[in-house]
């Protein structure tokens, strides 16, 4: 079965500061991992995916994510935070490309002026 | 990246009336959907998974005569909530994949569906 851990239902960090959400994974085949955001009352936006090609995965709006499988982790990191990244992030898996993606729990992130 | 439309994006209802959420893909088409339920500041819950031609796949515990799926065409499935009551009151959201291979799920904007 597969299955996302988010740490930190909330995140704060000041305009300019590092951003980290982290993401940690369980599956037993291969996993392919998304990184999405949701803004108030909207779907979601996908920011990022990894499909076992490159481990370091650009995405849109300055984010990034490192797949490191030692770790089962899928980090979203951004070095310098904007007022408009403030928003609800959810990680999540699937198995293969058709599978259904299981949803992290979804971190909030807080940006203070 | 692919366009997915759902509406309406917001319905206020009576307890007892139903109500029908269209999710479509605009500029692609997908034998499958996907509906979600999503409650306030929680994750997405995978509700069932629509299929075009045939009946849809529901989740464990999810009632499939309250949550009618219909997928009748690649690019339009439709969910409608029979009886509503007011613990339906939720945020719907539906996604989907392109036909060819893609590893991206494109989702709709979301329907609040309130129900008093």
């Known amino acids: 079965a597969q299955s996302v851990t988010q740490l930190g239902s909330h995140v704060s960090v000041s305009e300019g500061a590092l951003v980290l959400l982290r993401c940690n994974y369980s599956?037993?085949?291969?996993?392919?991992l998304f990184w999405y955001v949701q803004y108030p009352n909207q779907g979601l936006q996908l920011l990022l995916k990894y499909t076992s090609a490159a481990t370091l995965v650009k995405g849109i709006n300055g984010f990034e994510a490192e797949f490191k499988k030692s770790e089962t982790s899928f980090h979203l990191t951004k070095p310098s935070a904007h007022m408009r990244d403030a928003a609800e992030y959810f990680c999540a898996v699937s198995k293969g490309s058709q599978g259904n993606l299981i949803f992290g729990k979804g971190t909030k992130l807080s940006v203070k002026p | 990246g692919a366009v997915v439309s759902q509406h309406p994006s917001r319905v206020i209802c009576k307890s007892g009336t139903s109500v029908k959420i269209e999710c479509r893909s605009l500029d692609f088409q997908a034998t499958t959907m996907f509906w979600y339920r999503q409650f306030p500041k929680q994750s997405l819950m995978l509700m069932a998974t629509s299929n075009e031609g045939s009946k849809a796949t529901y989740e464990q515990g999810v009632e499939k005569d309250k949550f009618l799926i219909n997928h009748a065409s690649l690019t339009l499935s439709t969910l409608t909530v029979t009886s509503a009551h007011p613990e339906d009151s939720s945020f719907y959201i539906c996604?989907?994949?392109?036909?060819?291979?893609?590893?991206?799920?494109?989702f709709g904007q979301g329907t609040r569906l309130t129900v008093v």
């Open positions: 996604s989907a994949r392109p036909q060819a291979y893609h590893t991206e799920a494109f």
């Open positions: 599956s037993s085949v291969p996993p392919y």
